[in-house]
T-cell receptor, first 117, second 109 residues
Framework: EAGVAQSPRYKIIEKRQSVAFWCNPISGHATLYWYQQILGQGPKLLIQFQNNGVVDDSQLPKDRFSAERLKGVDSTLKIQPAKLEDSAVYLC???????????????FGPGTRLTVL | GDSVTQMEGPVTLSEEAFLTINCTYTATGYPSLFWYVQYPGEGLQLLLKATKADDKGSNKGFEATYRKETTSFHLEKGSVQVSDSAVYFCALSSDKIIFGKGTRLHILP
């Protein structure tokens, strides 16, 4: 079974530039998550989709971050414009869950490491 | 708000040593508790979980017991191997999932 795919793996940009990350979840997984992991900290949930609807985006900085999940499959996360403090690893995860329960296992991709100069 | 505190690393042990990584939590409700592991160069993986008080999660020789009275979910393994070297994250879930900062574990041969 293929895992969660993310691209690119690494990205270096200058502040005020834009950047987009792509995630392809495991086939059949209804729920998709984007996390931000700053060096030395645990992952922080940015947004959760169930199929193509947003379940939770309370921690997404909406003035500069946006995300979409077209057709309930792939997802993109965009930052525009980027700030120095956005330097982090952006993780995508998916789960079979369709009930909104956090009990079900999440499967994580390898992440995209973003450096903002 | 809800939070997770885990012991700071790095933790360095010799092979076959006993491992404990402490994790305590603060939550208003009755969260589920998790340990995730991140091996070098790989994504996060669920190691074990527990959903209610006194539940014990176990996997790959690791164990953790959900202790409501001490609000703890300490990770233990009786005899570690070099292949256990990784970063371990404690997490809780109520209305959202919250991760600790992670503990890096080095096992020396």
């Amino acid at each position: 079974e293929a895992g969660v795919a993310q691209s690119p793996r690494y990205k270096i940009i200058e502040k005020r530039q834009s950047v987009a990350f792509w995630c392809n979840p495991i086939s059949g997984h209804a729920t998709l998550y984007w996390y931000q992991q700053i060096l030395g900290q645990g992952p922080k949930l940015l947004i959760q989709f169930q199929n193509n609807g947003v379940v939770d985006d309370s921690q997404l900085p909406k003035d500069r971050f946006s995300a979409e999940r077209l057709k309930g499959v792939d997802s993109t996360l965009k930052i525009q414009p980027a700030k120095l403090e956005d330097s982090a690893v952006y993780l995508c995860a998916s789960s079979l869950d369709t009930s909104g329960s956090w009990y079900n296992e999440q499967f994580f991709g390898p992440g995209t490491r973003l450096t903002v100069l | 708000g809800d939070s997770v505190t885990q012991m700071e690393g790095p933790v360095t042990l010799s092979e076959e040593a006993f491992l404990t990584i402490n994790c305590t939590y603060t939550a208003t409700g009755y969260p589920s508790l998790f340990w995730y592991v991140q091996y070098p160069g790989e994504g996060l993986q669920l190691l074990l979980k527990a959903t209610k008080a006194d539940d014990k999660g176990s996997n790959k020789g690791f164990e953790a017991t959900y202790r409501k009275e001490t609000t703890s979910f300490h990770l233990e393994k009786g005899s570690v191997q070099v292949s256990d070297s990784a970063v371990y994250f404690c997490a809780l879930s109520s209305d959202k999932i919250i991760f600790g900062k992670g503990t890096r574990l080095h096992i020396l041969p």
